[in-house]
């Protein structure tokens, strides 16, 4: 099983990688539909926007750094987590009385980030 | 009447204290990723725990030791050495996650960090465990437990297609990324067959100075209130199954998880996840730091019991403190709460054949249990949950590193 594990094609992490990605921008999705119909407060958005950027910076390590992956998928990943990453750190800027307000984040820029992370999930499980 | 009274409690008991870090993490994961997929381990699971517990619960209750120290009785300090060291870490590990656990469930209601709630829970369970009782600590855990019925009543809203939920009991292969789908099995198991349950039963029956007269209760506590637990446990998955798989979110960490009740109970859902998990935490803690207690002490033959005072019973009151200063250490250094989780499901799984083998030989000693051994059923059963252990702890490992 342990070499098994070296056999493994580096387009499973990959694709668990991508997954992930695409998960964290749903459940930032979900959390701000909740938050506007206040059935969340608004202190678990910003935590889970938080959250989701560090996860992202994470996500996006793993894939730049991996060595033995196809430079297409490669590229178009990490850019969609550059993308992300943007979205949500733009979203949680400062307001005027100072404080963050994940408010402003752009939804429908998140939901066509997260499709775009879903086809690619799929490219790389068909190759 | 007293018995019923006492099969009433300890099925409250079963329920409230079934859900923990471990149980609900990993049922989140897989009702997210698999939908009713991995239900099979939670049923299989908990068979194998009911006849654990219904045998150290019986053990108490006829030889008057628990299942630590008679097998330290039974097999000498040589032998015992390892599977004490073994569940020592096993605890020290669970027992971190669930302080993990309770802090970020207290993050998530007040937006203040885990690290910063991670010794305030500490001291609390401490407080608990200096100045309670055992009886006082089991009941009001199990009350406040029974807060995790929210996810049954979420369950029952969201009205499941009966059907598939009765599919996912039956065991099968998954096609969708099969290393990760059996790392998730392996550590439901991990979660569901928690070694510990078995010794604090054990030791909570002699704490409850159970007698021979008491079996008939033991077989009904261990049975229906595992069995309701279980119930709670698939009722986590089939939320997560229904509210969070169909909008795509596959639970990586608590805070994604954090909705899950809230399209069926709208705006107490948030508030219901938050106050399952932590008084799943605090209670599974309070256990947890008991039951290092209590096998430590049977081990080297101190005095024991949560009944007493601490300056009657020192060195039994000195392992839970020192357990309690090294758990907090994992949230303090900010690890996540659900990956180390899933870590110490992992190796509650590798040590489970040691703590688990010796009951075996215990069971069918007519010294200690006379005409209360073990049948063929019971011997059949308990070899059968060894070698499902043994064949888990062979692949743990290999499964974390392809599926975690």
Redesign the interface.
Known sequence: MLSASCRQSPLVPFRRAVDQAASWAAAINYAHDLESHRAVPEAYLKQIVKDGSTEMETVRHTIADASDLPADLKDEATALCDQMIGVLTSGATTNSRGSENSENIDVTALAEIEHRFRDLASRAGGR | MKNLLKVALGIVASIGGYLEVGSLGTALQAGSSYRYELLWPIALGTICIICLTEMSGRLAAVDKETTFSASREHFGITYHFWPLAAQVLVDLFVLAAEIGGASLAL??M??ISMQVWAVPVTFLIWVLLWRGTFGAIEHSVALLGLVTLSFVVAAKWLHPDWTEVARGLIPHRSSD?P??YAYLAVSILGATISPYMVSFYSSGAIEEQWKTTDLGANRLTASIGMSFGAVVGMAVVVVAALTLAP???????Y??A??AL?QPL??W??WLFCASLLVGCVGAALELSLDLAYIVSQSFGWRWGEDQTPDVEARFAMVYTGALVLAPLPTLAGIDPLKFTMFSMSLTVVALPLIVAPLLVLMNDRRRLKTHVNGWFSNTAVIIVILIAITLAV?A???Q??GG
């Open positions: 993050e998530l007040t937006g990324d290393p990760k909008r795509g979110i596959a639970v990586d960490t805070q994604q954090a909705v809230s709208g705006r859902g948030f692949l490992i290999p499964l590193v392809l």
